[in-house]
C-alpha cells in the first residue's frame, strides 16, 4: 500500500493541478489517498506517508495556510530528511523559503527550510512556456505567478532553458532536496512529463512501473518540447 496525502485541497487546487493526483492514481492501483482540509490535523503526524502533495493557492489564502504549517515545521522537515516524496507545485513552494513579502512590504513568515524568499509582484501575473532540465530528463510546464523567487540556494530544481528561473535574473528554478521537489511550474507536471513521473516512482521502489497513457503522454511531452522550442 502506497499513502499519498493532498494538503488542504479546499485551497491549494488552482489551474487543474489537482491532474497531478488523478494521474498518480491511475500509476499507482494500490494508492491510499487521504484530503486533509484545513482544520484537520495532517496523517504525517500520526502514520507514514509515501508522497505528500500541496498545490497552488491563491494569494489571499497563503497566510491562512502557512500559519497552520508552522504548526508541523519539525515534522516537514524530518519527512524531507527522511527522502518522503513531497511534491509542491505553483506558489506552494514559497512555503519553503523565509518569507513572502506582499505588496505592501509585510512580510508571512514561512518555514525557513531553504535561503529564498518571495516577493508579490503589483498588477501583473506572468504567464510563461517553460522548459527546463533535470538532469538528463527535460521538464516541461506552465507558469501563472505573482510573485518571484528570491535568494542564493543551492537545492535548485531544474536549469531553466526556456523561460524564467526562480526570478527574472535568473535561470535556476524552484527547489529540491532529497525527493522534496518545489517548483512554480504548473500543468499538471506529471501527465505532462512522463520521464519525470518515471523517476518519482522509481523512488517508491515499486517493482513494476507501468505509467498509464504512455505512448499518448510521450507523443504530446514530445510535441510540447518542440512547439516550445521552436516558438
Do not use: W
Not at 502506497?2 to 500509476?27: A, F, H, Q, S
Not at 514561512?110 to 522548459?131: A, D, M, Q, T, W
Not at 517508491?204 to 518540447?225: G, H, W
Amino acid at each position: 500500500m502506497i499513502r499519498l496525502e493532498v494538503l488542504y485541497p479546499e485551497y491549494m487546487n488552482l489551474y487543474g493541478d489537482t491532474g497531478n493526483i488523478k494521474y498518480l492514481k491511475e500509476c499507482i492501483p494500490n494508492l491510499e489517498i487521504i484530503y486533509t482540509s484545513i482544520n484537520q490535523k495532517p496523517a504525517f503526524m500520526r502514520k507514514k506517508i509515501d508522497i505528500l502533495y500541496l498545490g497552488p493557492s491563491t494569494e489571499s489564502k497563503q497566510e491562512e495556510i502557512i500559519k497552520k504549517l508552522l504548526n508541523y515545521k519539525e515534522k516537514l522537515k524530518e519527512l524531507i530528511d527522511d527522502n518522503t516524496i513531497i511534491i509542491a507545485t505553483g506558489n506552494s513552494v514559497e512555503f519553503f523559503g523565509k518569507y513572502i513579502e506582499k505588496i505592501d512590504k509585510k512580510r508571512i513568515k514561512c518555514l525557513g527550510f531553504y535561503n529564498v524568499y518571495s516577493k508579490r509582484i503589483e498588477n501583473y501575473r506572468y504567464n510563461e512556456n517553460c522548459l527546463g532540465k533535470f538532469g538528463d530528463i527535460t521538464v516541461v510546464g506552465f507558469k501563472n505567478q505573482m510573485s518571484h523567487m528570491y535568494g542564493k540556494d543551492k537545492h535548485k530544481f531544474l536549469y531553466m532553458e526556456i523561460g524564467t528561473g526562480r526570478n527574472i535574473d535568473v535561470k535556476e528554478e524552484g527547489l529540491m532536496e532529497n525527493n522534496f521537489f518545489g517548483t512554480y511550474l504548473l500543468g499538471p507536471i506529471l501527465p505532462l512529463n512522463p520521464y519525470f513521473t518515471e523517476y518519482l516512482l522509481k523512488q517508491l521502489n515499486q517493482k513494476k512501473i507501468e505509467l498509464p497513457y504512455f505512448e499518448d503522454c510521450l507523443k504530446a511531452y514530445e510535441k510540447r518540447i518542440e512547439e516550445f522550442k521552436n516558438n
